[in-house]
Each structure stands twice: as C-alpha cells, then as structure tokens.
C-alpha cells in the first residue's frame, strides 16, 4: 500500500525557520592611513544562511568572497570604523558583495564575531 504523506503542517509548525551559522575566516588588512605607522583592521564575521544549499555556495566561492571583502576593507579610513553608523555600514557593505559572490544563493545576515582596530 502507500505510505501516507507525512502532514506537512504539523511539521512545519514544529520546526522553526532554519538557520544556519557559517564563520568567515579572519580578515586582516592594512587600512588606508597616510601615518608611517600600520593600522590593522581585523574583522571577524559569521554569516547567517538559510540552508545548508547556501553553506555549499560559500564554501565553493569561498576564495572569491575573501577576495571582495579584502578588496573593500583595504579601502576603509579608521574614521569609517567609528560609531554604530560605521558598523552598520561595514555590515550592509559586506552583506552586499558577499551576497553578489554566492548568488543566487541568499546571504540573510552578517555578524560580527570581532572588529578590532589595532
């Protein structure tokens, strides 16, 4: 005979949305400064994906994400940096080219793991 269909409602409500976490490696750049001496910026970031169809697109771009993210962080003035409008625009910027790296798969968040300016 054939099996009944599991009920698809019970189980969605159930289960909630799926998230799944997935940590960049460390990014580490020389920021743009015109002083002799070096200012690092380290930035650590776990993304917020939907499926584990998402961590798959990342892990096989992954050298292209590293790549777009260094690309801007490199460019950032320590004043970017400052204040919760710096983070925020840090976070939307990088949200922004990773989600172009892995597209069409989603990107839902980038968060911050650790910022530090040294």
């Known amino acids: 005979g054939t099996e009944p269909a599991p009920d ?3 189980e969605g409500a159930q289960q909630p949305v799926p ?3 997935y940590e960049l490696p ?3 750049v020389s920021l743009n400064t015109n002083e002799r001496q070096s200012t690092f910026l380290k930035v650590k970031v776990s993304l917020e994906l939907p499926d584990q169809a998402a ?3 990342v892990e096989r771009v992954m050298p ?6 260094q690309v801007y962080l490199r460019e950032l003035r320590p004043d970017d940096l400052r204040g919760s409008a710096g983070t925020l625009r840090l976070r939307q910027e990088l949200r922004r080219r990773i989600a172009i790296a892995i597209a069409p798969a989603e990107v839902r968040d980038v968060l911050f793991v650790e910022l530090l300016v040294q």
Do not use: G, Q, S
Not at 64 to 69: F, L, Q
């Open 55 to 57: 961590v798959a697109a």
């Open 19 to 21: 998230i799944v976490f």
């Open 26 to 28: 460390d990014l580490v």
């Open 64 to 69: 292209r994400i590293i790549d777009h993210c």
């Open 8 to 10: 698809a409602a019970a």
